[in-house]
């Protein structure tokens, strides 16, 4: 069996056969493999045919084709089926073989299989991939992590497939080791979250609040992405508000206001809240869909619970437009900002020294959240490689002073309308929250310290001492140290 195959990729669902193509274009034997094995054939037989494409139909024929060291990558369900498969080929492999997991795995599952198969002699990356079918097949943005001593073996391939800005530079880099490629791909699907969420506060503003209807909104959104906003989601909006259904009627008013979510958003909160990053508006982006899951309950509701009683914008519609496209650029620079706050943390706790300004530049193709906003959050990076936080840089900080106002007045014109906005309130409150020198947390700690002994530090002292107080003259002087309450 001859062994001229450069890379196998096992799961031949829309994202894998586009990836298998990509490569094939760029001058690379694929072999290819899948647990149904008549899409191997079918593959082969149609999306395939005329390339150089070969296919498998066992793991051990796979691993047959492949030169050495082997490079298998997955594409199939984050989970029990990655386990399965590295299962499956440990007895086929050898010291110094390469697998590839290129799902949507958590990070901390990646960083498990980085451990055990490193004890083997086996290189694992786990690498995120982002960009959809259409990414996928002319350049994905890639960002792989795990064991360094893969990088080199697998680093042509996948430069060669990603997307390209800046004159050709590649959207893919070495991530970090363990589970650094899904960790950043987790926090990029937790920004997209935001993202999607924000767009949609402003339509919901801009329809119902301001009357626009969807050819006037594809204007306002195609204009919106000739500046600042420039990215593919806003792109993306503006062609939908365009569709029409077969009776030549707006499809987006015919989908059910119900949104789904497949956890990496949720991944992303629970990372925030166990590494103590404060997510805060992703966190209301994944809330945000949870409700809008509650369809049932919230058409019962809006017959029951009353808001703004004859509440109407009698406004300048132009000036509110503007105020709202202020509030989603402003709004976004926080998302992103908190973001970033949370790969901070975890690589200082985990030591993997990530490259903040090659992320943003791993971002800036290929996948779901590409902007031009991202090349100013590389530009801040390379400014100050240390900056300890996006709002803290002169461009981002002097952006959301223009944007405060009109920020402003958005968040109070949904207040006063009865139009629900999460995210741009949370991303106010959360700018008026790190802006603010003094928050009443110190009221906070005194409660703690009345009702549980928790302690409490001062003002007049050095960081770190503790003190307690008998508050009610009745208590003792010993300090909390081993419950919460």
Request: aromatic fraction near 10%; charge should be neutral.
């Amino acid at each position: 069996m001859p062994q001229n195959a450069d890379i196998a990729l096992i799961g031949l669902a829309v994202m894998g056969q586009n990836i298998v193509l990509n490569m094939n274009d760029h001058g690379y034997v694929v072999a290819v493999f899948n647990r149904t094995v008549s899409k191997v054939d079918n593959f082969l037989a149609n999306e395939a045919k005329g390339t150089k494409v070969v296919g498998a139909h066992s793991l051990q024929e796979l691993v047959g084709l492949l030169k050495k060291p082997r490079r298998i990558m997955l594409l199939v369900k984050a989970g029990a089926a990655v386990d399965e498969f590295i299962g499956h080929l440990l007895p086929l492999l050898e010291p110094g073989d390469i697998i590839i997991d290129g799902g949507n795995s958590f990070y901390e599952d990646t960083a498990r299989r980085y451990t055990e198969l490193k004890e083997k002699g086996i290189l694992y990356v786990g690498s995120g991939v982002s960009g959809g079918e259409e990414g996928a097949r002319h350049g994905p943005s890639l960002m792989p992590g795990g064991n360094p001593e893969a990088w080199p073996h697998i680093k042509a391939i996948f430069q060669s497939i990603a997307a390209k800005v800046n004159n050709g530079v590649p959207c893919c880099d070495w991530v970090g080791e363990s589970g650094a490629g899904h960790f950043v791909k987790m926090v990029h699907n937790g920004i997209e979250y935001g993202d999607m969420q924000l767009i949609g506060e402003a339509y919901h503003l801009m329809s119902s609040g301001l009357g626009l209807n969807n050819d006037q909104l594809a204007q306002i959104f195609t204009t919106w992405n000739q500046g600042d906003l420039d990215s593919y989601l806003i792109e993306i909006t503006s062609h939908i508000f365009k569709f029409k259904d077969t009776d030549g009627q707006p499809l987006v008013d015919k989908i059910l206001d119900a949104a789904g979510q497949k956890g990496t958003g949720k991944w992303t909160v629970l990372s925030g809240l166990d590494h103590a990053a404060p997510v805060t508006l992703i966190a209301e982006a994944v809330f945000a869909r949870i409700i809008s899951s509650l369809k049932d309950e919230r058409v019962a509701a809006s017959s029951v619970l009353s808001g703004p009683n004859h509440a109407k914008f009698t406004g300048d519609v132009t000036a509110a437009v503007e105020d709202i496209r202020q509030a989603l650029y402003a709004s976004k620079i926080i998302s992103y900002a908190q973001g970033y706050m949370l790969m901070r943390q975890v690589s200082e706790q985990f030591k993997w020294k990530l490259n903040f300004g090659a992320i943003a530049l791993m971002w800036r193709g290929g996948c779901i959240i590409r902007s031009r906003f991202l090349g100013d959050i590389k530009a801040a990076f390379d400014r100050n490689p240390n900056l300890t936080n996006l709002v803290l840089d002169n461009f981002f900080a002097e952006a959301l002073k223009k944007a405060q106002d009109g920020w402003r007045r958005t968040v109070a014109l949904g207040a006063t309308l009865g139009i629900p906005t999460p995210t741009f309130s949370n991303a106010l409150a959360f700018y008026d929250s790190y802006r603010s020198a003094r928050l009443p947390a110190n009221l906070l700690q005194a409660q703690r310290d009345y009702f549980g002994a928790h302690t409490y530090e001062r003002v007049d002292k050095p960081r770190g001492e503790f003190f307690h107080s008998n508050w009610t003259g009745q208590g003792g002087t010993t300090a909390s140290t081993s419950y919460n309450a």
